[in-house]
Each structure stands twice: as C-alpha cells, then as structure tokens.
Nanobody, 117 residues
Framework: QVQLVESGGGLVQAGGSLRLSCAASGRTFSMLAMGWFRQAPGKEREFVAGISWSAGNTGYSDSVKGRFTISRDSAKNTVHLQMNSLKPEDTAVYYC??????????WGQGTRVTVSS
C-alpha cells in the first residue's frame, strides 16, 4: 500500500501561481510513476502531469503544457506541481496518484484549487 497526502491548494486570482505537493509513504519502493489529475465540477477526472520515479521523465496535458511543471524529490518521496499563469478553467479538485504498474493505483484525498477571474 502507498499512502498519498496532498497540500497546497487554495484560492488565487487568474494569472497567479500555486504550488501543490504530494507526500508518499508506505511501499514507495514499488512506485514507477507519480502524477497529478484534476476533476472539475460536472466533468470527469483528467490527467494533468506525470513523472517517472526513476528517470524523472515528465509528461503534460496540452491544456497545462508551458504553464505547469511537475518535479519530484526522491529522498522525501514527494512530488510537486508548480502552477503558473493560472486560468479560471484550471479550477478543480487536484488529485495525486501513484502508479506501480501500467496505471495509477493509489490516490490522495484531493486538494481544491479555485482560480477567480
């Protein structure tokens, strides 16, 4: 089992920045990747950004590419999501996920991000 705890959400004006963090504990040695997903009201959960745990390779959705940056601190089993130039459409609950195989298996409780126009 892997436990994930997110932090860093909040209310910000459009154009502002926020930094989300996700701390992993438990069987972290089994993680192959960590990532961020988000779910806006009335919409399905969508992929935002991901990072491979060993090599640090990253991937982003087109909607956040160039504005968001995912990074990891392997020593602290923590992943961060730096979100810049935030837009009202970025408003959502952001979830941290950990993958041990071909899909994300473990999830955090979510942290809410609200971007006002």
């Amino acid at each position: 089992q892997v436990q994930l705890v997110e932090s860093g959400g909040g209310l910000v004006q459009a154009g502002g920045s926020l930094r989300l963090s996700c701390a992993a504990s438990g069987r972290t040695f089994s993680m192959l990747a960590m990532g961020w997903f988000r779910q806006a009201p009335g919409k399905e959960r969508e992929f935002v950004a991901g990072i491979s745990w060993s090599a640090g390779n990253t991937g982003y959705s087109d909607s956040v590419k160039g504005r968001f940056t995912i990074s990891r601190d392997s020593a602290k089993n923590t992943v961060h999501l730096q979100m810049n130039s935030l837009k009202p459409e970025d408003t959502a609950v952001y979830y941290c996920g950990a993958g041990i195989g071909s899909s994300y298996t473990y999830w955090g409780q979510g942290t809410r991000v609200t971007v006002s126009s």
